[in-house]
């Protein structure tokens, strides 16, 4: 299917949703110029065309004591397609990884996003969980100090 051709209020319904996700649709029908049905059928476009991906709330990570943030680059012993998607398996069952990137032009094959309740429990993620990976040639880990700008799901407790 080709990509829809998006109009400036197509842009606006966008924008709008990414920084208002919880407009109704009568609010965002007026906040745009349109009425609701029509902003509904809109909305339906982007959805089905794939320029919305979904929607989710975003939480507080210190109101759930997650309070440690860890960039983990990892360096692998192969880099064959077995061994690549294996990792990628193992790595995106861990609710505490936030994030997980393919790198190039780096030492390191990924990087990890990781947060954690504290140093030890970052210490058992990576001992018992990551580490314990046998195609992992090495970590590299760093910890945020700020968060300068944040905007991401977090894992909440069972």
Known sequence: MPPMQLDQTDLKILKLLQTSGKLSNQELATKVGLSASPCSRRVKALEDAGYIAGY????????????????????????????????????????????????TGSDADYQLKVLVKDMAHYKTFLLEKLTSNPHIRGVHSSFVLKHVKQKSIIPLPE
């Open 56 to 103: 989710a709330t975003l939480l507080s990570a210190t109101h759930f004591d997650l309070a440690l943030t860890a960039f983990i680059q990892v360096r692998l012993e192969k880099h064959n397609q077995e061994v690549l998607e294996q990792f990628e398996t193992t790595v995106t069952a861990y609710d505490e990884v936030q994030e997980c990137c393919l790198l």
